[in-house]
């Protein structure tokens, strides 16, 4: 596997770094697309990159160096989640799918409690929703008009999950949507 995850220190040598990638890349399905420095800034002293429930990491690539960001949240939870940012340059060109299956890796063999992992994307981020379905992951849900958009209408928050049993058999399983009906 060409990918592997780095331990980024968001309040140490890595927070300049961070800022940067932040700041110089845009995000055009997050809720801020272009943050600036000082929300980097905020979020770093809030501990949103790194505390009890959030770990940080560079995405390293065997062949073309440092691709991207990502980073577990919810660790105090039963079930974490993800945030996965790929530097503009490395966007669209079929990295997202071995990405992904690598975090899923690393959560279910580094994390022996965890038994689902889960991922939250908005409804038009093609990419990303693509990439969840190539690595087997299930959609759990869809959130109508629950992602505002700055300005806009809100649009719909797509959950999709994969299970550690699935992970296991690399059998997808899934479940009936519509179990009760009137
Ligand atoms: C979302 C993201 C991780 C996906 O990784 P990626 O390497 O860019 O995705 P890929 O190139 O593998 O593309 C996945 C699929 O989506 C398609 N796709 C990519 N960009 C697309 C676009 N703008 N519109 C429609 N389809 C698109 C690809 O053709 C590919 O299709 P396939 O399934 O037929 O192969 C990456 O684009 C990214 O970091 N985006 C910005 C941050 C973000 O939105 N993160 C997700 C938050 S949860």
């Given at each position: 596997m060409p990918i592997s995850f780095t331990s980024l220190d968001a309040v140490g040598h890595?927070?300049?770094?961070?800022?940067?990638?932040?700041?110089?890349?845009?995000?055009?399905?997050?809720?801020?697309p272009q943050p600036a420095r000082e929300d980097i800034e905020n979020a770093i002293s809030e501990g949103a990159y790194q505390d009890e429930d959030h770990q940080s990491f560079w995405i390293d690539h065997d062949e073309i160096g440092r691709v991207g960001?990502?980073?577990?949240?919810?660790l105090s939870e039963p079930t974490p989640v993800f945030d996965l940012r790929l530097d503009g340059t490395f966007r669209g060109k079929g990295?997202?799918?071995?990405?992904?299956?690598?975090?899923t890796r690393h959560v279910f063999t580094s994390m022996p409690q965890v038994d689902r992992f889960e991922g939250?994307?908005?409804?038009?981020?093609?990419?990303?929703?693509?990439?969840?379905?190539?690595?087997?992951?299930?959609?759990?849900?869809?959130?109508?008009?629950?992602?505002p958009v700055d300005g806009g209408t809100p649009l719909a928050s797509v959950a999709y999950a994969i299970l550690?049993?699935?992970?296991?058999?690399?059998?997808?399983?899934?479940?009936?949507?519509?179990?009760l009906v009137l």
């Amino acid at each position: 596997m060409p990918i592997s995850f780095t331990s980024l220190d968001a309040v140490g040598h890595d927070r300049e770094s961070l800022i940067d990638f932040m700041t110089r890349n845009e995000f055009p399905f997050h809720g801020k697309p272009q943050p600036a420095r000082e929300d980097i800034e905020n979020a770093i002293s809030e501990g949103a990159y790194q505390d009890e429930d959030h770990q940080s990491f560079w995405i390293d690539h065997d062949e073309i160096g440092r691709v991207g960001f990502f980073r577990l949240e919810d660790l105090s939870e039963p079930t974490p989640v993800f945030d996965l940012r790929l530097d503009g340059t490395f966007r669209g060109k079929g990295l997202g799918m071995e990405i992904l299956q690598a975090a899923t890796r690393h959560v279910f063999t580094s994390m022996p409690q965890v038994d689902r992992f889960e991922g939250q994307t908005r409804e038009d981020n093609i990419a990303m929703r693509r990439t969840f379905l190539k690595c087997g992951w299930v959609k759990e849900a869809h959130y109508r008009e629950g992602w505002p958009v700055d300005g806009g209408t809100p649009l719909a928050s797509v959950a999709y999950a994969i299970l550690r049993r699935d992970w296991e058999t690399g059998r997808t399983t899934t479940f009936v949507w519509e179990d009760l009906v009137l």
